[in-house]
């Protein structure tokens, strides 16, 4: 301890202990996940809808030029889902808010119900809804609209996605400065990922008998320079808008470092453009549990 003299007496002054390793590591793995952001960085964010969330994000919203997943049960097949569904057309309505730019949803499953969107303020003269009929064809139209820099954001529910095409999905919207959203289901949970956020998705009970309602538990299970871990209790009233979060609890530093995927300091460089691998495609198949 070091003891400091003074007119009244000896200063105590108190010792300065450095971090644990785990907080060290945890710092030093943020540090390296933002040093390559999107070009795009510098850009203004675009908001999650609800201000709790984007005071979470490092960037203080979706940074442009970047992908977006909410993992979870019932998110494929199954309409709006469990508010995943709302949460990625909020964003792509925030994004698209101030420009002139558009929407595209792909809509393979023919699940898509504009009027909703036009509900929540989308302007459907600025939305393109594609359907392709196989999986070939999805994967190329992510990919075209992505690179396109008069699309606001891409919205598409994926039961497939392979690494190749998720990081070929990630350089397009690096590219063009378009935002991503995908929705895939749990067994996503266990793969390598390509996208700056990515959120785990349960459905909550709900307080009331209101059809406008919606109570989701939501996890930042990836938070490029954030903190993953976190859980929030989210109350959506599709009738208002209105998305409010409330903070339930948080895994440790270590815990949340040690389920970080680092794929992304293995990427080969930006300008590689691996072609798109065909899949095989069957949107009625159902999705198998990664062991």
């Known amino acids: 301890m070091t003891i400091l003299a003074s007119k009244t007496g000896p200063i105590h002054q108190k010792p300065i202990f450095p971090k644990p390793v785990h907080q ?6 943020r540090s ?15 908001s999650t809808g609800c201000s709790t969330l984007d005071a979470a994000l490092p960037g203080g919203g979706y940074v442009p030029g970047t992908l977006v997943e909410w993992i979870g049960e019932g998110l494929i097949g199954e309409g709006s ?7 990625a057309l909020t964003a792509a309505r ?5 420009n002139r730019k558009y929407v595209v949803v792909i809509d393979s499953q023919e699940s898509f119900y504009p009027p909703a969107a036009q509900f929540m303020g989308i302007a459907l003269e600025r939305m393109i809804v594609l359907r392709p009929p196989n999986l ?8 075209q609209s992505l ?56 459905r909550a009970p709900l307080r009331s008998r209101s059809p406008a309602e919606r109570r989701i538990h939501l996890e930042s299970l990836r938070m490029r320079g954030g903190r993953n871990g976190q859980h929030w209790t989210l109350m959506i009233d599709t009738h208002n808008g209105m998305i409010t979060a409330e903070k ?20 080969v460089p930006a300008s590689t453009r691996p072609a798109i691998a065909s899949e095989h495609f069957n949107p009625n198949r159902k999705q198998n549990r990664a062991s």
Not at 33 to 39: F, G, H, V
Not at 81 to 87: D, P
Not at 183 to 188: E, H, Q, V, Y
């Open 24 to 29: 060290q590591l945890a710092d030093q793995i």
């Open 32 to 46: 390296i996940e933002t040093a390559n952001r999107s070009k795009h960085s510098g850009q203004a964010a675009t």
């Open 81 to 87: 889902g469990n508010g995943s569904f709302y949460l």
């Open 94 to 98: 925030c994004a698209m808010q101030d």
């Open 136 to 143: 070939s064809d999805a994967m190329w139209a992510i990919d």
């Open 147 to 202: 690179r396109s820099s008069a699309v606001a954001a891409v919205l598409a529910r994926l039961d497939k996605l392979s690494e190749l095409n998720a990081r070929r999905f990630q350089l397009a919207a690096e590219q063009s400065g378009s935002l991503g959203l995908f929705l895939r289901p749990a067994s996503a949970r266990s793969q390598p990922s390509w996208s700056e956020v990515q959120w785990g998705v349960n």
């Open 248 to 267: 339930t609890r948080e895994r440790s530093d270590a815990a949340s470092t040690s389920s970080m995927c680092l794929a992304t300091q293995l990427a």
